[in-house]
Each structure stands twice: as structure tokens, then as C-alpha cells.
């Protein structure tokens, strides 16, 4: 199973906060597809820095589809309970730790709270059936999955989330992934040096 944690890639989150938030606060709906979420850190640390930054009106309008493989079957009721152990939240700001988590049980354990665990609904799905779950997305995240495939599937990967984005919409993957050749025509980088791309109509 594929062990993860809150807040594993801060860089990433301020550069979504930065570049990817202010184009979303005008629109109604705001589709956003995390592909491999694992257990859920990812979405929800995503959804987090959505509602720090947001405020709770337009936040309201944020729904992730929360999508992975999960070969044990066990992540939608991990993400649907949102309760992690401390190993996956101690590195989270004291402060956001104190808003979004109550602690629970007496094994120690944190519960997400409900308005975080709202914005995420998971679903499994295989990306290399090439099908979009999320048509109209604003934001596709998709970190440390690519590498797995081959150089072909990684492509027609990235084209189905070409497909899914809406005109200006944003794909996020993690640093050390390239852009494969034949996408790079129909996304540009947001910033030198990281991997923010985005869709090029
Ligand atoms: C290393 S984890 C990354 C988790 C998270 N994105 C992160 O960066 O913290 C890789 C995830 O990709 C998922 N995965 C692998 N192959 C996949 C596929 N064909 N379709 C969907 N998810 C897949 C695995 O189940 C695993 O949860």
C-alpha cells in the first residue's frame, strides 16, 4: 500500500495557492481531479490550502474526484472515514492541525473535519484505461504515478488530461517528471523549474 502524509509537498501546494487559486475564485464550479491519491493526504491536504485560501463561500463550490488503482481496495473507506494516524499528520502546521483535525479514538488518531471531507470524493479507477472520470476539470494533480507507466501510456495519459481540462486549466505532476515530447505543444509551464503546466487551447 502506498504510504503517504499531509502536506508531503509544500512547494507544490504554494505554487497551486500562488498561480492555480486566484484563476479559480470566479468560476461556479471548480472540478478538480487528484489522480493516484493513495489514502487521501493529497486530496485533502489540496483541499485544505483550497479553504485556507478560498474562505468557506467559494470553497463551497471546490469538488476533487480523489481517484486511484487501490489494489488493496481499502482507500475509499480510508478517505470516506478521513481519520489518519499521527505518522501521516505530524507534519502538518500546528495551526492547521488545530482547524481541520479533531483528534478521536484512543489510539491516537485524527478525523478530518466534515467541511474538508465533503470536498473529496474518491472512486477507483485504473488510469491506464485512458478514460477521464472528470470532464471540465480546472486542476488535475497527478504525482509520483506517471513514472510507473511506460513512455507511450505516460502520453496518452497526459492527452486524456488534456482532454478532461477546461481551456487554461491547470496539470500538476511532481518535479523530478518530464513532460512527455509530444504533449509539450499542448501545455506551457507556469514557472521555470516546476512542474505547474498549463493547458494551451
Ligand atoms: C507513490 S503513490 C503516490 C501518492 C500521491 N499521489 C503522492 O504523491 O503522495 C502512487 C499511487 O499511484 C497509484 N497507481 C499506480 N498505478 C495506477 C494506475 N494504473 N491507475 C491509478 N492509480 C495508480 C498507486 O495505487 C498509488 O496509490
Given at each position: 500500500?502506498?504510504?503517504t502524509?499531509?502536506?508531503r509537498?509544500m512547494q ?9 487559486i ?8 471548480i ?6 491519491c493513495a489514502m487521501?493526504p493529497?486530496p485533502?491536504?489540496?483541499?485544505i ?5 478560498m474562505?468557506p ?9 480523489a481517484t ?5 481496495n481499502l482507500?475509499?473507506?480510508?478517505i ?5 494516524q ?10 492547521i ?7 478521536t479514538?484512543?489510539?491516537g488518531e485524527?478525523r ?6 465533503r470536498?473529496?470524493k474518491?472512486q477507483q479507477?485504473?488510469?491506464?484505461s485512458f478514460e477521464?472520470?472528470?470532464k471540465?476539470?480546472m486542476?488535475?494533480?497527478?504525482k509520483n504515478?506517471l ?5 507511450q ?5 497526459v492527452k486524456m488530461?488534456?482532454?478532461s481540462l ?11 517528471q ?5 504533449m ?7 514557472v521555470?523549474?516546476?512542474r505547474v503546466?498549463?493547458?494551451v487551447?
Open positions: 500500500m502506498a504510504f502524509y499531509f502536506f509537498d507544490t501546494l504554494d505554487m497551486i495557492r500562488d498561480y492555480v486566484p484563476e479559480m475564485r470566479s468560476r461556479r464550479y472540478h478538480i481531479w487528484d489522480a493516484g487521501g493529497e485533502y491536504s489540496l483541499a490550502v483550497l479553504r485556507e485560501n474562505g463561500m467559494i470553497f463551497r463550490n471546490v469538488q476533487i474526484a486511484d488503482i487501490d489494489g488493496s482507500f475509499g473507506k480510508i470516506e472515514d478521513g481519520i489518519y499521527w505518522d501521516q499528520v505530524g507534519r502538518i502546521p500546528k495551526e492541525m488545530n482547524t481541520y483535525f479533531t483528534p479514538g484512543p489510539t485524527y478530518i473535519i466534515d467541511e474538508i471531507r470536498s473529496v474518491y479507477h485504473n488510469l491506464l477521464s472520470v472528470q471540465d476539470a486542476l488535475i494533480v497527478c504515478v513514472l510507473h507507466f511506460t513512455e501510456e505516460r502520453a496518452k495519459v488530461y488534456y482532454d477546461v481551456d487554461g486549466g491547470f496539470f500538476v505532476t511532481e518535479q523530478t518530464k513532460m512527455p515530447k509530444e509539450e505543444k499542448l501545455f506551457e509551464p507556469v521555470a523549474n516546476a503546466y498549463r493547458k487551447s
